[in-house]
């Protein structure tokens, strides 16, 4: 059963650049046709997907972030990072990865379309 497991800085100062790692065991990241998705979730609000990268490589991200996220993978670890550049308070989130077997609907955020999740990091950005 693959396991995902998120960590990263708990503080970020704004205009900073956001950096997590997800690191995935029981299962290759380049094996099957999965995607591997980082989403959060704002104090008192609700899911919002940012982005995935896929078995292949392929990048995708939410548009409303402007080119903020990248997703980038390191296949030697399993390992799969999100950078959020110029980051504000409005960034202050619990950020999980999580798998899905194919791009997930990106305007929300179905519970139901990925089979795996890691526990979630907290992340706070503060002066």
């Known amino acids: 059963q693959v396991q995902l497991q998120e960590s990263g800085p708990g503080l970020v100062k704004p205009s900073q650049t956001l950096s997590l790692t997800c690191t995935v065991s029981?299962?290759?990241?380049?094996?099957?046709?999965?995607?591997w998705n980082w989403i959060r979730q704002p104090p008192g609000k609700g899911l919002e997907w940012l982005g995935a990268?896929?078995?292949?490589?392929?990048?995708y991200d939410m548009p409303s972030l402007k080119s903020r996220a990248s997703i980038s993978r390191d296949t030697s670890k399993n390992q799969i990072t999100l950078q959020l550049t110029s980051v504000t308070p409005e960034d202050t989130a619990v950020y999980y990865c999580?798998?899905?077997?194919?791009?997930?609907?990106?305007?929300?955020?179905?519970?139901?379309?990925?089979?795996?999740w890691g526990q979630g990091t907290q992340v706070t950005v503060s002066s």
């Open positions: 990268i896929a078995y292949d490589g392929s990048f």
């Open positions: 029981g299962g290759s990241i380049t094996a099957g046709y999965y995607y």
């Open positions: 999580a798998r899905s077997q194919y791009l997930p609907n990106i305007w929300q955020v179905v519970s139901d379309e990925y089979d795996s």
